[in-house]
């Protein structure tokens, strides 16, 4: 299609980098569009893209057929994306918000989307969380495609058994089936940052992997990991409960560290701790 390249489309709105927003603008159009193949966008597929900024991750999900909610926080790209919306209309719809503060069944009435996003680091993780807690499952999503540090990529996707293996990886797990697709060198952005970036792919299980309550899942994740390299029976001392027998309940070694508990062991004691409270 006719665009501007995306450099002149940032010289002309004046959209220097703002670090404060963790601006690190993708132009390498074979790495958008190979984003978009592997969140499996087609021409069926509506998109929700946080953070689209100058908009080239945008124009690779619009050229793959997809019909495209943006939520941008920064004023200044909204003009840039004007023109895209010019060139595929009715397709791309702009929200100037903060995806933190989206409600997001509200913003996409109802339509099962895909979520795409190269965010800042920090913002990708919460959001991350909020997606993955989310109180209703199945979610708004079908899956989702975000970039992260390399190493936070690593947390995600690890097994048990490992020191990557904790808190993210517990609860990505838990829901969905989290792949690493493929990594980003610092050189294709502008600026550049310091560190290598990955895209993760997260497709959603209709149901967890097993029964808990995510309050209860929350609650022994975070006891077993803030003393990781604790035994079971010290680390969820805390917790308010007899942990001898909750450990006996949910039919766990009390010796174990929570670095060795696969997530369906989780769910166990999460259950067994919502019974004896
Ligand atoms: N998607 C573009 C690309 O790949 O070149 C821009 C990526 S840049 C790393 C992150 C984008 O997210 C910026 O456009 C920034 O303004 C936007 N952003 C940062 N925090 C946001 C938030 N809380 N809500 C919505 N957008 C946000």
Redesign the pocket.
């Known amino acids: 299609m006719n665009l501007p390249p ?1 450099r002149d489309v940032i010289a002309r709105h004046g959209l220097a ?2 670090k404060s ?7 390498d159009l074979n790495l ?1 569009a190979r984003i978009a193949r592997g969140a499996g966008v087609g021409p069926d597929s509506v998109v929700y ?10 124009r690779a999900l619009l050229e793959a057929g997809a019909k495209v909610v943006a ?4 004023d200044r ?1 909204i003009e840039a994306l004007a023109e895209v919306q010019a060139v595929y209309p009715g397709r791309l719809e702009v929200v100037p ?6 409600d997001e069944a509200e913003l996409l009435g109802g339509a099962k989307v895909r979520v795409v ?4 680091y920090n ?1 990708s993780t919460v ?1 991350l969380a909020k997606w993955l807690t989310s109180e209703t499952w199945p979610p708004f999503f079908s899956s989702l495609t975000l ?1 992260f540090q390399r190493e936070v990529a690593d947390r995600i996707a690890a097994p048990p058994g490992g020191k990557e293996y904790g808190r993210l990886s517990v609860l990505s797990q838990w829901r969905t089936v989290p792949k690493r697709l493929f990594d980003i060198p610092p050189s294709a ?1 502008v600026p550049q940052p310091k560190i290598t970036s990955s895209v993760v792919h997260f497709s959603v299980l209709a149901e967890p992997v097993a029964p808990a309550e995510l309050r209860d899942l929350k609650t022994v994740v975070d006891a077993a990991f803030n003393q990781r390299r604790k035994m079971l029976r010290s680390s969820l001392k805390g917790l308010g409960v007899d942990t001898e027998r909750l450990l006996a309940e949910a039919g766990i070694e009390p010796t174990l560290r929570a670095e060795v508990l696969s997530v369906e062991q989780f769910c166990a004691l999460a259950r067994a701790l919502n019974a004896l409270r």
């Open positions: 995306l980098a703002k927003l963790g601006q690190n603008f993708l132009l958008t893209e946080v953070g689209p900024g100058p908009g080239g991750l945008t939520v941008e926080k920064d790209c918000a903060d995806a933190l503060k989206v996003a190269n965010l800042p913002v959001l970039m952005f």
